[in-house]
T-cell receptor, first 112, second 113 residues
Framework: AQSVTQPDIHITVSEGASLELRCNYS??????LFWYVQSPGQGLQLLLK??????LVQGIKGFEAEFKRSQSSFNLRKPSVQWSDTAEYFC??????????FGKGTKLSVKP | DTGVSQDPRHKITKRGQNVTFRCDPI?????LYWYRQTLGQGPEFLTY????????KSRLLSDRFSAERPKGSFSTLEIQRTEQGDSAMYLC???????????FGPGTRLTVT
């Protein structure tokens, strides 16, 4: 079955610190993978996507993610977080029905 | 490109009433998706359209739910005889085939009292 797991429910980091949000997926074929961000009261904004090719993908707002097939992971990273990065982050897998399968999300709090 | 819009943004209704939500996708996008998001969960897929054809429906979409996309433009999601368990954020997204990335609207928050 296709699924996405985000092991961390809530992470708190200080402004300027580095960040890594974990995402593991379950899918038999080559996955299409996405990271979205949701600020309070807002819809989901696409940060980056992986379809094929280079396993390190760059996104908006200084985020990047690395696809590791051997670990079934697609972790999101940022070298130096800002207070404005406080939000909820969702990892998603392209499903066989054309839909997206989301993880439960990780809430990020950035301390100023 | 004005993005995906949804109306209303908030809806409070009494149990047993019918509600209808509207979604306007990005104009050139031929795929339109509906998702439901409850507190502490990621969005869950409900259904999607390619142009005016409804191609997939999740098991979450009970008989009380119906969606339409006349003429392949905007879409409506109707919930009949609402129940308290229907309280959630209803998200609409659109995409352009063959691309997989979906662009989301701000959502409609439904509260059933």
């Amino acid at each position: 079955a296709q699924s996405v797991t985000q092991p961390d429910i809530h992470i708190t980091v200080s402004e300027g610190a580095s960040l890594e949000l974990r995402c593991n997926y379950s899918y038999g074929a080559t996955p299409y993978l996405f990271w979205y961000v949701q600020s309070p009261g807002q819809g989901l904004q696409l940060l980056l996507k992986y379809f094929s090719g280079d396993t390190l993908v760059q996104g908006i707002k200084g985020f990047e993610a690395e696809f590791k097939r051997s670990q079934s992971s697609f972790n999101l990273r940022k070298p130096s977080v800002q207070w404005s990065d406080t939000a909820e982050y969702f990892c998603a897998l392209g499903g066989s029905q054309g839909n997206l399968i989301f993880g439960k999300g990780t809430k990020l709090s950035v301390k100023p | 490109d004005t993005g995906v819009s949804q109306d209303p943004r908030h809806k409070i209704t009494k149990r047993g009433q019918n509600v209808t939500f509207r979604c306007d996708p990005i104009s050139e996008h031929n795929r339109l998706y509906w998702y439901r998001q409850t507190l502490g969960q990621g969005p869950e897929f409900l259904t999607y359209f390619q142009n005016e054809a409804q191609l997939e429906k999740s098991r979450l979409l009970s008989d009380r739910f119906s969606a339409e996309r006349p003429k392949g433009s905007f879409s409506t999601l109707e919930i009949q005889r609402t129940e308290q368990g229907d309280s959630a954020m209803y998200l609409c997204a659109s995409s352009l085939t063959p691309y997989y990335e979906q662009y989301f609207g701000p959502g409609t928050r439904l509260t059933v009292t």
